[in-house]
């Protein structure tokens, strides 16, 4: 299959690596235009893959053209607040069959829409009949190293989600298939938000009951927010949801695990991120989550503290502190 995948950061280059390893014909774009030049001949991102060498299928470019055209799948993984920029170029060259999958994790900023309301907004009539959208608990690093690992993929047809399984599918990545769209793009965008709560967590000092309590809490918010949009509780408890949670709030390969961690040490938020080159989608996640939770009127506590955290310099002690003293109340 001729697939073209969108976006050169880790987990981009990771499925595109896989992908080509598996036989395909892939290439991949990149924003930077030296490291698309640059690729051809070290075979490593070392900007954001260092230490994997990349398979001998898998082509780069800096042109959407290049990577869309002819395309039978296009892979979207791009950062979430710019994958409406993203897609509206590469719809110029898309062809009129070609499956659109999206990898990218997030809700949209100020619209606070989700990846696959982005496409319906962006892309042409129709364009969620052939799209699939890919999430579960995968550090990119351990993909690459070809560590085995489960995702899951959702889809309005049940024909593109296992086309879809079937080309992402190898010895050491298993997916499974799912008709949930919502339960699997907000477990995949909401978890980063607690992922980053437990982080602060760590920092703060606290222990395994404080990290225990923040999972299960921060999945009944996710839950929440997920049925209100029309998802189905079940997924939430599968790969999608409880299955990247932990790997997020527990794993010391989460980007955003490590943001919350040096928050709870006492490090401001602009001088965390600008020591760091990749993107940690919870930040601005928090944000759309906050508000979007507001807008549906759903109780979130955990994500209110993190955005008041993040948004309004609140101590992070402080935020702890007003969680637990919250009026008691059933489970």
Not at 45 to 68: E, H, R, W
Not at 202 to 227: C, K, M, P, S, V
Request: charged share 20%; aromatic share 6%.
């Amino acid at each position: 299959m001729k697939i073209g995948v969108l976006g050169g950061g880790s987990w981009g280059t990771t499925l595109a690596n896989l992908l080509a390893k598996s036989g395909h014909e892939v290439t991949l774009w990149l924003y930077e235009r030296e490291l698309a030049e640059r690729l051809p001949r070290t075979r490593e991102n070392d900007v954001y893959l260092p230490g994997v060498i990349l398979n001998q299928n898998l082509a780069f470019t800096n042109s959407f053209d290049k990577a869309v055209s002819g395309c039978e799948m296009l892979l979207l993984v791009p950062p979430s607040q710019v994958l409406r920029q993203v897609f509206a170029e590469a719809c110029r060259y898309l062809p009129g069959q070609a499956i659109v999958v999206s990898a990218s994790k997030g809700i949209e900023n100020d619209s606070l829409l989700l990846m696959s309301e982005v496409l319906e907004e962006v892309g042409p009539a129709g364009i969620l009949e052939r799209s699939a959208f890919l999430s579960g608990p995968s550090f990119a690093r351990e993909v690459a190293a070809e560590m085995p690992t489960a995702v899951a993929v959702a889809a309005l047809r049940p024909a593109v989600a296992t086309r879809v399984q079937k080309a992402f599918s190898t010895d050491y990545f298993r997916v499974y298939t799912n008709s949930d769209i919502v339960g699997i793009e907000l477990g995949g965008a909401l978890k980063n938000v607690i992922a980053l709560a437990a982080g602060v967590s760590d920092g703060l000092g606290f222990g395994h009951n404080t990290r225990a309590a923040l999972i299960t809490r921060g999945l009944a918010e996710i839950t929440r927010l997920a049925t209100a949009k029309g998802g189905q509780p079940a997924t939430l408890a599968g790969l999608a949801g409880m299955g990247d949670l932990v790997l997020t709030c527990t794993g010391d390969l989460s980007r955003n695990r490590s943001v919350g961690v040096e928050l709870g040490k006492g490090r401001s938020l602009s001088e965390i991120l600008g020591g760091m080159q990749m993107v940690a989608e919870g930040v601005k996640t928090t944000l759309s989550a906050y508000q979007l939770a507001r807008k549906l009127e759903i109780e979130a506590p955990i994500i209110s503290q993190m955005y008041q955290i993040l948004y309004e310099d609140k101590p992070a002690r402080t935020a702890v502190i007003d969680l637990m003293q919250r009026d008691l109340k059933a489970e």
